[in-house]
């Protein structure tokens, strides 16, 4: 991701501190009618905590990615989903690094979990979902010298 | 199967497990009876697969079509491949030479050289055969370059030598992979053909979700022509059907496999789009009055959550929908809609078909435990079959992107009786294998008595690596088709082992004794769907 990306995804994140931090609310199960559902930016939060473990293959659903992390209202599951995409950005999520994840839940099941689309640790941030909450491939992550190579694949 | 379960995997453990093949040393078993030997695989076929790719730096999505000829001894004379890897593509790439095995059951391998312009390189499939004039395949390249997977088939083309005249007719199509911006798309439609001229063109796409707030088709021409920037276009568009071709302002290659199926490959503008126009014929309901069919549906693609897909079935009187069940997994969560220990009785069920565009029609149901009820686009190609978009409003847009088949449910009550004979199978989705979630196909055949599988089959899993031979074992309980007043439907387990063993469950609906659409629906770490096909 380039500097100038990193710090416009900052900004709007800090911006987002005048919207409301989701609570552990997230984790609370979800009113059954909202189970078939579609991403909304106007839901978005973001979540303040300390990771307490970072999974790249969760068995609880949904399939991919995950990571626990303790805010001041609880822990909450945060789907992060395409592990490949933190490799791609050379990013990494360990337990006790402080991060702010700005996403929103949504219904899984009879449960909700905290969908995640920006996940950010200090200054640099990483994009993990578009903006209609389809988790994004580690394709969006190639410099052009990779897309070019891509040219050759057979 | 369609190709947008993306999340994808470590490229260095990628890159290892590929290379090392993950096979293990087991011998393998003699050669397995049947009827199909080297010359069940005789002429020209048409393939495609829908995949992921890993070049040493990313694994990026990957669709292939191309052409090969096979001579019936074991040998590939000839043949030319297209490949789109994230809006990269690779185009009019000639197929110099390779082999192929087939033994009794149907099963074998397939390698085609490629004289490409990074210098000569060869892409390896396991293939099975469900006749001689078809199969179904997965890629399974490990080479120096590059390695690849992904789940298609293979169609012998008739009526060459082939013109852009070759297509004739009205064709309904569904293409399926990513936008410019790698976002999950799927656009279903239907066009006429003529003299190379598309006219009449109408389309229902679901574009990152974004979808009107009523299914609403939009009009589009186009053209079919020889490639004038491949250098043996001429002779490719009469030997192997390739041309190129412009559908509503995107450019694609095209394959003629006949007059009744062309299969087309995006080229500009970085989407990834892949799928196949079929013949509509004069057997579709001419109005919602005449619908009086169960159908069997399967669709797959993105959600919010990750991969997802549905598989069910309904019953159509005229308007009238009943006997409606839907198995979904969503991410491995899953959901029963209807049926047998579903969430209740679906309301609002209803269809329609358009009195303007042959074959077209919205389908509805409401599951009373979900917020918005299903919505689907279909078009029809005949009485029994079609292409289907799930098109489910949220409150921002569709809920996801998903689209795939659409087939008559007839000849039931299916029992061990009719469920019976030899198989080919193949799967495809996502799994985590090795503590990464990553794609996984699956291709195999099995023999069916009374209701108990026995076969063989290869997957292919990056962090898992290829395996080759795994003994299937299993079984299919026939619970019902799914028309009975308590909504009963059939399941099937399936036991693989090499160097261990493991079982994979699925929900199945069985359109006729010779094809069935299946899902896994347990298993929080996979989520896969595909077909059981008779072979003939």
Known sequence: ?154 | MKRLLLLLASAAALWTAACNGGGGTVVPPPPPPGPFGLNSLNGTYAFVTNGEVFNGAAVTPLARVGSFTANGTGGITGGVEDVNSAGATGLATPITGGSYTVTGDGRGTLTLNLNSPGGATSINFAIVLTSNTDGLMIDETSTNTQTSTGSGNFVLQTGGPFTVASASGPYVFDFSGLDGTGAPDSIVGEFNASGGVITAGVQDENDNGNIPATPTPVSFTGVLAADPLDPNGAADLSNFGRGIATLNGINYVFYLVGGNRIRFLSTTGGEMLAGDAVAQNNTIPANTAALNTSFVLIVSGSSGAGGVTRVGRFTAHGASVTNVILDTNNAGVFHLTGGTGGGGAVTGASISLDAVNPGRGVVTFKDPTLAVPFTFVFYLSSASNGVIQDVSQGNQGATDVADGSLAAQTSGPFSSTNIAGTYALNWSGLSVQNGVADEEDFVGQATISNLGLTGAADTFQFQNGIVTDLVVGGSITAGGDGTGSGGARNTMSVKLTKNGSSTVNFVVYVANPGLAFFANNQGATRVVAGILKLQQ
Do not use: W
């Open chain 1, 1 to 154: 991701m380039k500097p100038t990306t990193q710090k416009r995804i900052a900004a709007l994140m800090f911006l987002s501190a005048l919207a409301l931090c989701l609570p552990a609310a997230a984790q609370q199960s979800a009113p059954i009618a909202q189970r078939l559902q579609s991403y909304d930016l106007s839901r978005e939060v973001f979540l303040v905590g300390s990771v307490v473990k970072f999974d790249p293959a969760s068995a609880t659903p949904p399939i991919g990615a995950h990571v626990l992390l303790q805010t001041s209202s609880g822990q909450v599951d945060v789907h992060i989903g395409n592990a490949q995409l933190l490799k791609a950005n050379h990013f990494e999520l360990n337990p006790g690094d402080n991060v702010r994840i700005v996403g929103e839940s949504l219904a899984s099941g009879d449960t909700a979990i905290f969908a995640a689309r920006i996940v950010q640790k200090g200054a640099r941030a990483v994009v993990l979902r578009n903006t209609k909450g389809f988790l994004l491939t580690a394709a969006s992550t190639l410099s052009q010298d990779q897309k070019d190579a891509l040219r050759g694949v057979r």
